[in-house]
C-alpha cells in the first residue's frame, strides 16, 4: 500500500537527537533557540517562538493579542478542529465565513460581513499547502484594526509572489511527523512584532522571566531539544522536500483525468502538504484506490461547524454550503517526498481507474 504520508527520517536526525541526548539538554535549550533562530530567517522575520505543538501556537499567538473572553476569531470551518479549537480555549468564541470553492482557503468577500465591535482577529487557515489570500485579508484587518493569525500549521515554505506564509501579523506552523518537516510533535509562531513575541514567549513559560518571578498566568508550552534537533536536521531538506511534492502535484496536474485537481492562485506558491481532489462519490473512490494498492485520506470529513462540541455550543444549524460540499467530495491522495516515479504513475494510474469506473462528479455539485 502507498502510504497517504511517510515521515523522511535519515541519519542527519538520527545524529543530531543522539548529541542532544548525550548533551543532557532534554528539555527546552540551546536546540530550540538555533531551530527558533533558522525558522524565522527562512520564513524572512524577525522573530520565532517555537511550541510544544501548532494548538499551542495558534493558543498563545491568539493571546499573545490579547484575546479573550467575550472577543470574536473570524475562522473557516473547513479546518483541522485545533484552528477553532484554540479560540476557544481563549474564552473568545469563533465566526465562521465559508471557503472559497476554487482553493479551499477563506471566502474573503464573506470577512467584512462577519466582522463586529466584538472582532479581534481574524484567523485564514492556508489549508492543504496554499496560503489563503493574506494580501486582502491584512488590508481588511489593517483597516478594521484588527490581529491577523494566519494557521499556517500545513504551509511551510509556501509564498505570495515572495512573501512567504507566516509572515503577515503572527503565522502558527506545526511540526506534527505528516508535516513538511517535523520534529515529532512541534509548533512554531513567527512574526516580525516584537512586542508579541515577547509576550508569546512570557506565556509560553509560566509568565517567568527571572526564574521563579511570575509575572502572568502562563503555560509550559515549550518544544524539547530532542524535538528541535529533528527540526534541525530537517529543515535544511525542507526546500527540497517541498520540490519534490510540487513536481509530483505537476504529474498529477497534467495526468490525471475525470477528477477536479487543485486550483493554484496566480503568483503563489503551493507547497502540496496535501494533493486533494474532488471526486464523484468519494467514499466509494477511497475504497477503490484501496483495493488498487493507494492510500488516501478525508481531511475534513466533518465541518468543524457539525463537529460535537460545536454542535453542543450551537454552531450546528449555521450554513456553510461550500464546506458542506466540500466535505463530501475531496480526497487526498499521496504527494509526499519519498514517493518513488513508480509509486507516482501506480497513483495516477488508479485515480485515473477508478475516476473512469465512478464517473465524473456532476457539473451541479460542483457548484
Ligand atoms: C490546519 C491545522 N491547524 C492546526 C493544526 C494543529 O497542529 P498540531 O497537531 O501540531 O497541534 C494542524 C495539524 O494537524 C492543522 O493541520
Redesign the pocket.
Known sequence: MIPIARPQMGEDEKQRVWEAMASGSLAQGPRVAELEERFAEFIGVGHAVATS????A?HLALLGYGVGEGDEVITVPF??I??ANSVLYTGARPVFVDVDERDFTMAVDQVGAAITPRTKAIMP?S?YGQPADLVAIDEIAARHGLAVVE?A??AHGAAIGERKSGSWGAG?F???PT?NMTTG???MITTDDAGLAGRVRLLREHGMKVRYHHDVVGYNFRMTDLAAAIGLAQLPKLPGFNDRRRTIAGRYDAELRGVITPVVRAGVWHVYHQYTIRVHDRDAFAERLKERGVGSAIYYPIPVHRQKPFVALGYGDQRHPVTDRLTHQVLSIPVHPSLSDDEVATVIGAVNETAAELGPLEAATVG
Open positions: 505543538s501548532g494548538t499551542t495558534l479546518t483541522f485545533a484552528s487557515v489549508l494557521d500549521a500545513q502558527t506545526s511540526f506534527y508535516k510533535e512541534g509548533g
